[in-house]
T-cell receptor, first 117, second 114 residues
Framework: AQSVTQPDIHITVSEGASLELRCNYS??????LFWYVQSPGQGLQLLLK??????LVQGIKGFEAEFKRSQSSFNLRKPSVHWSDAAEYFC???????????????FGKGTKLSVKP | KAGVTQTPRYLIKTRGQQVTLSCSPI?????VSWYQQTPGQGLQFLFE???????NKGNFPGRFSGRQFSNSRSEMNVSTLELGDSALYLC?????????????FGPGTRLTVL
């Protein structure tokens, strides 16, 4: 069964520092991968997604992620964090159901990001 | 263009009651998915509706049900509420079935069961 692991529950970085949030997935075929962000009291917003092609994906708000098949990883990065980036970040993989049709998103447990001034 | 709206935003119920949550998708979107978010279990998929048909269902008991109307608005119902049903219920809409189209999430309905 497909699964997503986000090893870090909580990360604190200083404003202006670089950021990397880790995501590992378990999936047999080429996965559909996503990163979402959730601010307090808000729904989820898509940051970026990977379906195929270039393994380095650019997203909104200056985020990028790199798909590494050999490591089953899809880590999210940002070169310089802003205080407004403080939120919870979720990695997700698209599930396939019987017959290969697209199912639902399977989410990791999330990583909460705090930003120090 | 208006985003996904969910009503009500907050609900307090007691055990044994039932509850109905509503989700209005972005105009033109025909797929609505529902997720339950709790601190312990995280985000878990409930079900997806596309063109008034349930396309996928997560691993939840039959107390959880949903439907979609011809205007793509969706409702989910939880009967015989249990304390463990306390959660943030999120709905997401997309143009069509599956995750190839971006899913846009609403702000959620916070359900508290006492």
């Amino acid at each position: 069964a497909q699964s997503v692991t986000q090893p870090d529950i909580h990360i604190t970085v200083s404003e202006g520092a670089s950021l990397e949030l880790r995501c590992n997935y378990s999936y047999g075929a080429t996965p559909y991968l996503f990163w979402y962000v959730q601010s307090p009291g808000q729904g989820l917003q898509l940051l970026l997604k990977y379906f195929s092609g270039d393994t380095l994906v650019q997203g909104i708000k200056g985020f990028e992620a790199e798909f590494k098949r050999s490591q089953s990883s899809f880590n999210l990065r940002k070169p310089s964090v802003h205080w407004s980036d403080a939120a919870e970040y979720f990695c997700a993989v698209g599930a396939e159901v019987d017959g290969g049709s697209q199912g639902n998103l399977i989410f990791g447990k999330g990583t909460k990001l705090s930003v120090k001034p | 263009k208006a985003g996904v709206t969910q009503t009500p935003r907050y609900l307090i119920k007691t055990r044994g009651q039932q509850v109905t949550l509503s989700c209005s998708p972005i105009s033109g979107h025909r797929s609505v998915s529902w997720y339950q978010q709790t601190p312990g279990q995280g985000l878990q998929f409930l079900f997806e509706y596309f063109s008034e048909t349930q396309r996928n269902k997560g691993n939840f008991p039959g107390r959880f049900s949903g439907r979609q109307f011809s205007n793509s608005r969706s409702e989910m119902n939880v009967s015989t509420l249990e304390l463990g049903d306390s959660a943030l219920y999120l709905c997401a809409s997309s143009l069509s079935h599956g995750y190839a189209d971006t899913q846009y999430f609403g702000p959620g309905t916070r359900l508290t069961v006492l």
